[in-house]
């Protein structure tokens, strides 16, 4: 598979030299990360009691108008190091006791990602986490078989119209559908976990309730649910927080209401969701948005 040399890493296939240039992601064929540390706010069995060893890398191939990481996303924090030195901070992170490692907004530095991954064989004994905003390549997603044992991406919307006005991906449902499909398929559809309720492999998919689409929210369920069944966890979130840019898109500028967050999970649960993991009031704000300072990466 080409892999920075006209890209097509994922379903833009913006086909740029990254080696001569940026690609959509706002990123060259250099890997650049801007922040390694214990996170402790995942889902329960990822974060546990002393934290995911996350990772996260600068670019991003969807840039929602939305986004809390707009200061990495958007190309702008980061560092450059080489696949050598990722595989240290693996190790280090491993060291400080992490859970597992946390491959955060992934999908542009794959090549990279294998290498560093290949040089920590024998070494890690922790499972990889790849935490992506779900507009991957099935091709891709193929390609990491082997190298990724919990998949964490998201499923944003159903709507091509919220897909195109918010991620300039109008094809974005069917990208995150085919993505899904083969995460599961590889891990059997099953998740399995460590005595200690740990997550050793397996799929849990995040949807982020938006402001007014409630929707939404409910068809994205209603598909995963019919399609996997208890075969994955749901990750069903109210941190949605408007950053302050969002002038633009006025829909967007408040937080999800209680009562919009209340529908949503009951839905849930009438239809019969029973792996589920839900936010409590107070999840919205800063918490979720660390410093992009290079810590723990130079």
Not at 101 to 129: C, E, S, Y
Not at 172 to 186: L, W
């Amino acid at each position: 598979m080409k892999y920075y040399e006209n890209c097509m890493l994922c379903p833009r296939k913006c086909g740029a030299d990254r080696t001569k240039g940026t690609g959509y992601c706002g990123e060259t064929a250099a890997l650049r990360a801007a922040k390694a540390y214990l996170h402790m706010w995942e889902e329960p069995p990822i974060s546990g009691e002393r934290g995911s060893g996350t990772v996260f890398f600068s670019g991003c191939n969807l840039r929602c108008v939305y986004c809390q990481n707009g200061v990495i996303a958007n190309g702008g924090a980061g560092y450059e190091i080489d696949e050598r030195r990722l595989a240290e901070i693996f190790l280090e992170l491993k060291d400080k006791g992490a859970h597992n490692i946390n491959l955060v907004t992934p999908t542009h530095f794959v090549r990279h990602i294998m290498k560093a991954i290949d040089l920590t064989r024998g070494k890690l004994g922790i499972p990889i986490v790849y935490n992506c905003g779900g507009y991957e390549s099935a091709e891709v997603i193929r390609a990491l078989d082997g190298y990724i044992d919990i998949w964490l991406p998201d499923f944003k919307y159903m709507s091509p119209a919220l897909a195109k006005r918010y991620s300039n991906a109008p094809d974005y449902p069917e990208a995150a559908k085919r993505a899904i499909d083969e995460m599961v398929m590889q891990c059997m559809n099953r998740c399995t976990f460590t005595p200690d309720g740990m997550m050793k492999r397996g799929v849990i998919v995040r949807h982020l309730v938006l402001p007014g689409q409630a929707e939404d929210s409910k068809t994205v369920i209603k598909y995963l649910y019919e399609s996997y069944g208890d075969g994955i966890y749901m990750s069903i979130m109210n941190q949605y927080t408007p950053m302050p840019d969002i002038g633009g898109y006025p829909e967007l500028a408040r937080r999800v209401s209680d009562a919009e967050y209340d529908e949503v999970i009951d839905f849930a649960a009438d239809i019969g969701v029973k792996n589920a993991f839900i936010q409590e009031g107070g999840a919205v704000g800063d918490s979720f948005i660390p410093a992009f300072d290079g810590g723990g990466i130079i």
